[in-house]
């Protein structure tokens, strides 16, 4: 059974940092692919970020020069750093797999960003 622990969100003016953070059990960065996912409100869930065990990151349209996903594979934590956030990030940001079959979802964690 995994466990995602999402943790970090907060609330932040426009053009603010947050860094979020995932801990979950080994058998989740044993895998090669994992990611960050976030759903506003009334929105479907969208793929924000993916990184690979290597560290090969990607990243979604939307973030892109904005975020920076990494991962620390002895500490089984999982980051998304997150720079000159604007209001449509607001959202709750979750990390799981990429791609169906996902592990069940973690609570997620807030961010609020104020305009």
């Known amino acids: 059974q995994v466990q995602l622990v999402e943790s970090g969100g907060g609330l932040v003016q426009a053009g603010g940092s947050l860094r979020l953070s995932c801990a979950a059990s080994?058998?989740?960065?044993?895998?090669?692919?994992v990611a960050w996912h976030r759903q506003a409100p009334g929105k479907q869930r969208e793929l924000v970020a993916t990184?690979?065990?290597?560290?090969?990151?990607n990243y979604a349209d939307s973030v892109k020069g904005r975020f920076t996903i990494s991962r620390d594979n002895a500490k089984n934590t999982l980051y998304l750093q997150m720079n000159s956030l604007k209001p449509e990030d607001t959202a709750v940001y979750y990390c799981?797999?990429?791609?169906?079959?996902?592990?069940?979802w973690g609570q997620g964690t807030q961010v609020t960003v104020s305009s």
């Open positions: 990184i690979t065990t290597g560290g090969r990151p």
């Open positions: 799981n797999l990429p791609t169906p079959p996902f592990f069940n």
């Open positions: 080994r058998t989740f960065f044993s895998i090669n692919v």
